[in-house]
């Protein structure tokens, strides 16, 4: 579906999809530094072939992405938003294996030159709403202490957030997404 920006700008916003490794790959050609420390906490030179059928053939249940494209440039992804599922076994951190399973890993990446026009919210609210629907109910994110921009993000998703916690340099954060 394509949406504006608050700036005027036309993005279509869909599922990802097989067919996207290219352009995925592309697309984290074109971040900062900065941008790839805030989202994968270290250098991400390239993906590989396994992460780029990880990323690329979710099952829109238990893993749901969304990518961003400007409405006139279908080959060129601008951001990604995901979540995956909490496997009861995998339960960890701040989040109890009873309520794992309605509970998703939250991540979103926006490109540079889109940042701070609204896409991020977009993406974020547009996941909430695929993510509730799949019957996810909580999100978790995992993101470097410093970075306030998930936590704002958040609170444009729900009001209710759950836990808000830095340790160690990285802050765990749980939403509540029916609240």
């Known amino acids: 579906m394509v949406h504006t920006l608050p700036d005027g700008t036309r993005v279509l916003l869909r599922p990802i999809e097989p067919g996207d490794k290219t352009r995925l790959s592309a697309a984290l050609g074109r971040l900062s530094r900065e941008t790839i420390r805030r989202r994968f906490f270290a250098a991400k030179p390239r993906f590989s072939a396994s992460e780029l059928r990880y990323l690329t053939e979710v099952d829109g249940h238990h893993h749901i992405a ?76 995992t993101t470097l202490g410093d970075n306030d921009a998930v936590r704002r993000l958040m609170r444009t998703i729900t009001t209710h957030l759950e836990v808000d916690r830095i340790a160690g340099g990285v802050r765990e954060i749980v939403v509540d997404l029916a609240a």
Do not use: H, K, M, Y
């Open 66 to 141: 969304l990518v961003a494209l400007p409405a006139g440039d279908p080959d060129r992804i601008v951001a990604v938003a995901r979540c995956v599922r909490l496997p009861t076994a995998s339960a960890r951190g701040l989040v109890t294996a009873s309520l794992a399973p309605a509970t998703a890993e939250f991540a979103i990446v926006v490109g540079d030159a889109f940042q701070g026009r609204g896409l991020g919210t977009l993406l974020a609210r547009e996941l909430a709403a695929a993510a509730r629907a799949a019957g996810i109910r909580r999100f978790a994110a």
